[in-house]
């Protein structure tokens, strides 16, 4: 009987959060590949993902995910440490989640933390999708699901470098779920997201995160929310999306 191969998922900003959360739920049934750009953090996840799953099939590794060249390279090191030990092993799963934030009014806000935040929020997922996504199609089948925001939905008031670059991400997600229809089992999925207990908030703002942190949503959560989406099928079709909020805030 022909081995069936074990998927692969790529799950950016995944040192800490939602990202290493939803690694660690990942990781029990498949291969994960997180990335960060601090190496510390990046192998502190890895031993923790593996203790806590019994597996080894985590995969840490540095990257700048705005930089062409260190993502390719990434989707590179990925096939190669999982295609050569299961059969026909590629990319299966793109969870585009790595995001920056700053507290900013557009007046104060530089053009170096402008970019900063398009490219880690916006410009990763363009080039984490356009790396995977040949893969996909070879196989007719995969999932990504981008980790949006309702700052993807609504403007908010000293968030526009974040708002401009969430609502791209949805227009991403809105023009890439028709183009790859004809693939039949290729899914673009989109999670709106509100405030959740991480440390991008508690960096974002401090104060209102010591406040609320317990009413916020939890990265655990949301990572169980994503991993639904990922697997049920039935559920959740191409081009869907799940909005999920705090209702204590």
Do not use: H
């Amino acid at each position: 009987m022909k081995q069936e191969a074990k998927k692969t998922a790529i799950i950016t900003g995944s040192s800490r959060g939602i990202g290493k959360q939803t690694a660690i739920i990942l990781a029990k049934s498949v291969n994960v590949v997180i990335c960060s750009r601090t190496q510390s953090e990046i192998t502190s996840a890895v031993e923790e993902i593996n203790k806590l799953t019994g597996n080894s099939n985590a995969l840490g590794i540095k990257c700048d995910v705005s930089k062409p060249a260190e993502v390719n390279s990434l989707v590179k090191l990925a096939i190669e440490k999982f295609g050569s030990s299961t059969i026909g092993s590629t990319i299966d799963i793109l969870v585009n989640n790595a995001g920056v934030a700053f507290n900013r009014k557009l007046i104060d806000t530089s053009p170096e933390e402008w970019n900063q935040t398009i490219n880690s929020n916006l410009k990763s997922a363009f080039l984490f999708t356009k790396a995977v996504l040949p893969y996909m199609i070879s196989k007719k089948s995969g999932v990504i699901l981008n980790v949006n925001s309702g700052a993807g939905k609504t403007g908010f008031s000293n968030l526009s470098a974040y708002c401009a670059s969430k609502f791209g991400l949805l227009g991403l997600a809105e023009s890439l779920a028709p183009e790859v229809r004809e693939y039949e089992n290729i899914r673009v999925l989109t999670i709106f997201l509100g405030k959740v207990a991480t440390k991008m908030w508690q960096e974002y703002d401090f104060r209102y995160y010591q406040k609320n942190k317990s009413k916020m949503l939890q990265p655990n959560d949301v990572a169980e929310k994503i991993t639904e989406m990922l697997f049920d099928t039935k559920t959740y079709k191409n081009g869907d999306s799940f909005e999920m909020y705090s209702n204590d805030i």
